[in-house]
C-alpha cells in the first residue's frame, strides 16, 4: 500500500486543524510543526495529542535548518505548507517578518524538498489577497496579480517560487489561490470571528459595543471545511497545477453584520456617513456599532470574488456550505462558550 505521510507547516492554525482532521480520516500518519511559545499554542488540535497516527515536532520555517531536519526525519509523501504570518492589516505594522514567513519561508521548504526527496509533493497556501487592486469583477488563475499589501506581496512571490521549483525540478508543487474562508476557530481578529463574537455578547449583554474600520469592502467567504477538501484534492492529482478555490458569491462587511444580527434577532438600523456611520439597537436607540480609523488599513483591496471553474472541473471540488450555515455554526460556537 502507498505509504500516507503528510508534514503540515502551520498545523496549530485554522486550516491546519480541519486538514488535520481530514487527513487522519484518510488514514495518513500526520506530523505538524509548532513553533516555541510562551503559552499553549496547540489550543485548536488538543483533541490529536493523543492520536496514535499524529505527531507534533518543534520547528519554524523561517529556521532553514529546522524544515530541513525535520524533512530528513520524516521523509513525509506530502508536505502542505499553511504557515504564515496571516492578518493582512499587520503585515503592514511587520512587513518584514512577514516577508520573511510569507516569502523566505516557503523558499526554504522547496530547497528541502530539492535537496532531499524531489518525489515529496508540496502544497503552497496562497491567496486571493495577491489579485489586490484588479479591474475583473471576477479572478480566476489567469486575472493578474496586484497585491495591495506586504502580505499579498510576499504571498506572490511564493506563489511564484513555487511554480518556479515545478518547472525547474521537476517538483510536484502546486498553489491553491484561497479566497477568505471561515469557521468557530477562526482568530479572534478577523473580521467575521470579531463581529460574530461581539454581536452574541451584544445579544447577551455581556458587550455594549462593536468597533469595525472599512464597512464596504466585499469578500467572498467559504467555510474552511470546506477549502481543506479542495487543498487535499489539489495534492491527488496526477499533474501539479494552480487551483482558485472560493464560493463565486460577494458580500459587503455591511452585509455579513445585517446577516449576523438578523439571526441574533437584534434590530439594528444604520445612520450616518463615513467615520460617522454608526448602527443603533432599534429597541432602545443605543449606538451598537461605530466605525474607527484604527482598523483601516493602508492600502485596501475592495472586493474579491472567486472564479472556481477550474477547480470544479479539474478536481471535482465545489464549495458546499452556504454563508447562512457557516454564520449559524459560528454563533452557535459562540453560546456554547458563553451559556
Ligand atoms: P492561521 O490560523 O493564522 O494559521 C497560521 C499558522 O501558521 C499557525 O499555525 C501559525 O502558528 C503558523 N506559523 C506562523 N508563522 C510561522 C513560522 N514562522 N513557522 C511555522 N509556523 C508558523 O491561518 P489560516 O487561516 O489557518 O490560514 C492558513 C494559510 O492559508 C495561511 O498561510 C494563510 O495565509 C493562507 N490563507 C488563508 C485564508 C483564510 O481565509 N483563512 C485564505 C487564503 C490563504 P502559531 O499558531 O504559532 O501562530
Ligand atoms: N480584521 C478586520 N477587523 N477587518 C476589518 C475590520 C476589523 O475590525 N473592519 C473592517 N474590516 C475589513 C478589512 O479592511 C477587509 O477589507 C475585510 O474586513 C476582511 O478583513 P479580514 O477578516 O482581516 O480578512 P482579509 O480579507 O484581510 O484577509 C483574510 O483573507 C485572505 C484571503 O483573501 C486572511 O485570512 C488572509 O490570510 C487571507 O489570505
Redesign the pocket.
Known sequence: MKKKIALIFGVTGQDGFYLSELLLKKKYKVHGVKRRSSSVPTRRIEKYLNNKNFFIHYGDITDASSVQNLINKINPTEIYNLA?Q????VSFLTPLYTANVNALGVLSILEAIKNTNNEIKFYQAG???MFGKTINKSQNENTIFNPQSP?GTAKVFAHQITKNYRDAYNIFASNGI???HESPIRGE????K?IISSLVKISLGLQKKLV????Y?K?DWGHAKDYVEAIYKILQKNKPGDYVISTGKEYT?KEFVNMTAKMLKLKISWKGKGLKEIAINKDNGKTLISVSKI???PL??DF?KGDSTKAKKELKWQSKIKIKELINEMINYELKNLI
Open positions: 504564515a496571516s492578518h493582512v492589516g491567496t486571493s489577497e502580505y484561497l479566497f477568505n481578529n478577523f473580521v467575521t470579531k469595525l474600520g472599512n464597512l469592502a469578500r462587511i482598523y483601516y488599513r485596501e483591496v474579491l
